[in-house]
């Protein structure tokens, strides 16, 4: 029989016993986690005890004396390193730490030197055997060794030195973007800054090329003390051979806002740029030519400056300068001072300068941004409604004046800006052409390379003021659409390809060709059969019910059938030196030039967009650098030469009847 007594005594037994027991739980509970925790701390294959018993503050910058054999860091909470650890500085080679103490550790950087190390933005990892850890993100800022008498002159607010293996280059130009000074024999330079951009930059001298982070080229440091307080900031550079005969690529719109299957399709582009820079002998660099990035999507879609740069990345062994367009000016922000805040911090200057061989690069902002109107964009976050003029305010004008002072005037030039200084007829279409044309008069070869319509078209105005403008097509064609809706067609809204425009300096020669993202520089044009051609609303937008997108359909002349036996050719990168011959069975045609929307195109693009009832945004246009010829008969052959002003020569044998459909391109 149980007896069960409720009297005090039993009670305190009972909840002694259950302590007991809850004791007993947490023990062998503790004891089984600190067991497998031993197990995986000690697992060989993980390289060791686990490197999350480490800890050390990783600073946001450091300065660091070139040629260093080492730095230190600072352990917190006694978590140091183990003895065989090693730390890794961004992509170089993992340094071994060493004089490991319970508060501080030292790290060997002897060996980065030889690895072009120097300034920029460096992730911070720990090694241990396989495992890795980020620590954290650091700014390394190299500086020339201190020499005694190496001070701020009376007045200077920034100064410092050019150095290339650490000695001084003399004759370097460097900038705060209103004044502009040379470094001095031993690569010394003084500015009496008032910081107004709050950075400054050096022009990169002939022979020499600026270290690079990422894609970008180190060539400017942010300024963080008050104007009235003196900064040091030195610049380090590496001695190059071979830049008299060097290869540039003219990026222009490349446009990812992480939208349209944009970041698949610039990796079609990035691999191409790769499998075209390992084709050819002597240097090669890139420059973009603005709207790197879409500010409208900088929030809504999470992608902005640093994703752009994340993302470029994959180009392999390329330093490629940046020129800002409109589109990575920020819609969060006012005027045109304001817009460009980040871009600056992230990216670089907007406006500069540097050397390659024998010609020196300009690049410029000419896009003056006048946001005012407030606004939300399409997440409701507070924005203003984007503004801007195709302006070239005269600040960066009278920078370039000072610019160009160290510049010989035998010296060709070479200019990047955003906005095109001329439309495709001649006339002016920025406000400043005639200060800047005034300004580079005297020079013997101007060539301005401009983006933003996503179009080809050059403008040669040579005789006039020496300056040839290309307006240099577009990477992403029509802002990645056209291959969205119609997987294999890449082109802009004037049919020319997606690609890139390649520039071939020997010397002070300059040639240049048009690259097609994914085809070879021999394709220059695309063929049309008018016979094969008859664009009606009822085949290409049957489904469309809305009146006023139907209306961006425009098909011109393609709008009805046509038996005439013409053929029309789009010849993207014509100017009036190059040479279009045609025949038919040995008999030569004559080709006439027309202004004509590309057929292509329109079913390609405009028709896919309006027959789902979405409005064609980028609509077809017209374009002026396509001819046609006149055929006998609709079944013969067409024999088509087109010899550019190099004499570079580019063929297709055209069987008809040519059949018109987004498959035969």
């Known amino acids: 029989m149980l007896i069960f007594n409720t009297g005090k005594k039993t009670t305190a037994m009972k909840l002694n016993l259950y302590r007991i027991i809850c004791w007993l739980s947490v023990l062998i509970t503790a004891a089984l986690i600190v067991g497998s925790c031993g197990q995986k701390e000690n697992n060989p294959e993980e390289g060791g005890p ?51 103490s319970a508060t501080s550790f030292d790290v060997d950087i002897s060996g980065l030197w030889d690895q072009s190390f120097g300034n920029g933005e460096y992730t911070v990892n720990i090694r241990r055997g396989q495992q890795s850890r ?29 150095i290339c293996e650490g000695e001084g280059v003399p004759n370097a130009v460097v900038s705060d973007g209103v004044k502009v000074v040379k470094t001095d024999k031993d690569g010394v330079y003084q500015l009496a800054s008032a910081k107004y951009h709050k950075y400054v930059f050096v022009s990169v001298p002939s022979g020499y090329e600026p270290l690079r982070s990422g894609i970008l080229p180190v060539i400017h440091s942010q300024l963080s003390q008050s104007s009235s307080v003196p900064e040091r900031v030195d610049f380090q550079l590496k001695k190059v051979s071979g830049q008299d005969n060097h290869t540039m690529l003219l990026l222009g719109d490349i446009h990812l806002a992480n ?35 879409w500010d409208l999507y900088w929030e809504t879609n999470n992608y902005g400056y640093k994703d752009y740069l994340a993302d470029a990345q994959a180009i392999t062994g390329l330093t490629v300068y940046q020129t800002i367009g409109n589109h990575d000016h920020s819609m969060y922000q006012i005027g045109d001072y304001n817009t460009v805040e980040e871009y600056k911090k992230i990216v670089g200057p907007t406006y500069y300068s540097f050397n390659l061989g024998q010609v020196h690069y300009v690049v410029l902002d000419n896009v003056e941004c006048t946001n005012s109107e407030p606004a939300k964009d399409d997440n409701g976050k507070a924005c203003y409604v984007r503004a801007y003029k195709d302006h070239l305010v005269d600040q960066q004008l009278d920078w370039l004046q000072k610019d160009l002072s160290f510049v010989p005037v035998s010296t060709p030039l070479v200019i990047a800006m955003h906005i095109p200084m001329y439309k495709p007829g001649g006339s002016v279409r920025m406000d400043g052409a005639a200060k800047l044309a005034s300004l580079v008069s005297q020079y013997p070869q101007v060539h301005v390379f401009t ?54 300096v020997n010397g002070t020669d300059f040639q240049w060709q048009y690259k097609a993202t994914g085809s070879s520089v021999d394709k220059q044009f695309r063929t049309y059969d008018r016979n094969s051609i008859f664009l009606s609303p009822g085949k290409y937008i049957p489904s469309a019910t809305n009146e006023s997108y139907k209306a961006d359909f425009k098909p011109g002349l393609w709008a009805s059938p046509d038996a005439s036996n013409e053929v029309y050719i789009n010849v993207w990168n014509w100017d009036p030196s190059w040479k279009l011959e045609v025949s038919e069975n040995g008999t030569a045609l004559l080709p006439s030039q027309v202004t004509v929307p590309d057929p292509l195109h329109l079913i390609a693009y405009t028709a896919k967009r309006i027959n789902k009832n979405t409005k064609a945004t980028f609509a077809t246009t017209d374009n002026s650098h396509t001819f046609k010829v006149k055929a006998s008969s609709a079944n013969s052959t067409l024999e088509i030469k087109v010899t550019d002003r190099f004499g570079n020569v580019y063929t297709e044998s055209m069987a008809r009847p040519k059949a018109f459909n987004t498959d035969t391109y």
């Open 259 to 293: 939208r349209t299957n944009d970041r698949k399709q610039f990796k079609s582009f990035v691999d191409d740029v790769n499998a075209y820079t390992a084709s050819v002998s002597g240097p090669v660099y890139g420059l973009t030519l603005g709207d790197m990035t």
């Open 50 to 100: 686990s490197l999350e018993g480490v800890q050390f503050a990783v600073p946001d910058k450091m300065e660091i004396e070139y040629g260093a054999s080492g730095i230190s860091f600072r352990v917190q909470f006694s978590k140091s390193p183990s003895a065989g650890d090693l730390l890794v500085l961004g992509s170089f080679s993992p340094c071994p730490i060493k004089n490991i």
């Open 451 to 504: 983006a933003h319509t996503h179009t080809i078209y050059n403008v040669d105005k040579s005789a006039e003021n020496h300056i040839f403008e290309h307006n240099a097509g577009s990477v992403c064609g029509t802002w990645w659409w056209t291959n969205q809706e119609t997987p294999g067609v890449h082109i802009g809204q004037d049919g020319s390809p997606g690609g890139y425009t390649l520039l071939k």
């Open 134 to 162: 980020k620590m954290g993100q650091m700014q390394v800022v190299v500086k020339a060794k201190e020499e005694e008498g190496l001070k701020p002159a009376a007045g200077s607010t920034v100064y410092g030195k050019v």
